[in-house]
């Protein structure tokens, strides 16, 4: 089965940039059919979809987020990258990596998560 | 693109059947067969539940169901147990070509 684990600095300063990346194994990221996902969880509220890229580096971001995010792909690492650009305290959230299933649409595999404080 | 609306808690006793409503819009829920439902619990990555409305992936129990009328999708857990508590999120693909979740809805078995 297919495996994702996020890796990043959980501290990140406010008004910098927070880089996360996602390691896919067991499976590849060029695989048809899959658009590779950034979803994130606020202490104790629920799930916000940040955005998805597709190996060929399409991609389609939350409209709330789109100003600040930038997602990309490196197919010879199998991994993706989220950029949130001048992030605050709001930012503060275990962020997830996750698959997505081009044909129905669902989340079918996901990471561990990796939770990302905003604070100076 | 405002979050799907869900109850903030729903409970019932071992045995028992609950159902979980997911209110959206024309846009999101309305507009195609593609609401995925995920079970977390406390510290853990979600788990997929139901999609496209109403298929379980190989592996989950048959006792979660899910149906869909309108705007609102539903999920459905039956013979209730205690394993079953946790936090239930729905999420509909949109026509705007993004994806949007559900409030949250916390499970607990009596």
């Known amino acids: 089965q297919v495996q994702l684990q996020e890796s990043g600095p959980g501290l990140v300063k406010p008004s910098q940039t927070l880089s996360l990346t996602c390691t896919v194994s067991?499976?590849?990221?060029?695989?048809?059919?899959?658009?590779w996902t950034w979803i994130r969880q606020h202490p104790g509220k629920g799930l916000e979809w940040i955005g998805y890229?597709?190996?060929?580096?399409?991609?389609s971001y939350s409209p709330s987020l789109k100003s600040r995010v930038s997602l990309s792909v490196d197919t010879s690492k199998n991994q993706f990258s989220l950029k949130l650009s001048s992030v605050t305290a709001a930012d503060t959230a275990v962020y997830y990596c996750a698959r997505a299933d081009y044909r129905t649409y669902n989340f079918d595999f996901w990471g561990q998560g990796a939770l990302v404080t905003v604070s100076s | 693109q405002s979050a799907l609306t869900q109850p903030a808690s729903v409970s019932g006793s071992p045995g028992q059947s609950i159902t979980i409503s997911c209110t959206g819009t024309?846009?999101?829920?309305?507009?195609?067969?593609?609401v995925s439902w995920y079970q977390q619990h406390p510290g853990k990555a979600p788990k997929l539940m139901i999609y496209?409305?109403?298929k379980r992936p190989s592996g989950v129990s048959n006792r979660f169901s899910g149906s869909k009328s309108g705007n609102t999708a539903s999920l459905t857990i039956s013979g209730l147990q205690g394993e079953d508590e946790a936090d239930y999120y729905c999420c509909s693909f949109a026509t705007s070509g993004t994806y949007v979740f559900g409030s949250g809805t916390k499970v607990t078995v009596l």
């Open positions: 024309s846009s999101d829920v309305g507009s195609y067969n593609l």
């Open positions: 067991r499976g590849s990221i060029t695989s048809s059919g899959y658009y």
């Open positions: 890229i597709y190996y060929s580096g399409s991609t």
């Open positions: 496209e409305d109403n």
